[in-house]
């Protein structure tokens, strides 16, 4: 009984913070859902620097590394970085997520959006070895059951596509 007890406090106690981490990540996004001027088909630059700072916690299935940084897309699209999930060890694909929120620069027809933004880069169960975030370009090649970018504006998909040609360098 008390074993069972210390699995579940442990699923709502934060993990041991992470030494901080930096990483700069460099892709391309070919836009499956347009918006605008910004066409399906089309390669947009993307751009993430990050470092990993701070508490980690389970949440759910998953494992969130507080971080600070900055991520963009195209001439003029960026936001803030405020997380990494991790996903690994579970029954459902591995996960490495990069989150963005309060992303600016994107205008159309005369209306700016401002929402989250993300990539997501998932690999078969089993891909992750824990839940730590990823410090080589090996962990980030091994995601590659699917890749994939958004922004979100006022709730809805406005931007969307395929992460490609992914590199990473971590300090």
């Known amino acids: 009984m008390l074993r069972v007890a210390a699995v579940?406090?442990?699923?709502?106690?934060?993990t041991a913070p992470v030494a901080a981490q930096s990483c700069t990540i460099?892709?391309?996004?070919?836009?499956?859902?347009g918006v605008g001027s910004i066409r399906p088909g089309e390669e947009l630059t993307g751009h993430a620097s990050y470092t990993v700072e701070g508490p980690s916690f389970r949440q759910g299935g998953s494992t969130a590394h507080l971080a600070s940084g900055e991520?963009?897309?195209?001439?003029?699209?960026?936001?803030?970085?405020?997380?990494?999930?991790?996903?690994?060890?579970?029954?459902?694909?591995?996960?490495?997520?990069?989150y963005a929120n309060h992303v600016e620069g994107l205008t159309v027809a005369g209306i700016e959006f401002e929402g989250p933004m993300t990539i997501n880069l998932f690999g078969r169960p089993g891909?992750?070895?824990?839940?730590?975030?990823?410090?080589?370009?090996?962990?980030?090649?091994r995601m590659d059951l699917r890749r994939s970018f958004s922004l979100q504006a006022h709730g809805r998909d406005m931007l969307a596509g395929n992460v490609t040609r992914l590199t990473a360098v971590c300090t």
């Open 26 to 33: 460099d892709f391309i996004v070919v836009v499956t859902q």
């Open 127 to 141: 891909t992750r070895p824990d839940p730590a975030p990823p410090t080589r370009q090996e962990e980030f090649d």
């Open 71 to 98: 991520m963009s897309i195209g001439d003029s699209i960026s936001g803030p970085i405020w997380t990494l999930m991790i996903t690994s060890e579970g029954p459902t694909a591995d996960l490495i997520g990069i």
């Open 8 to 14: 579940i406090a442990s699923l709502f106690l934060p």
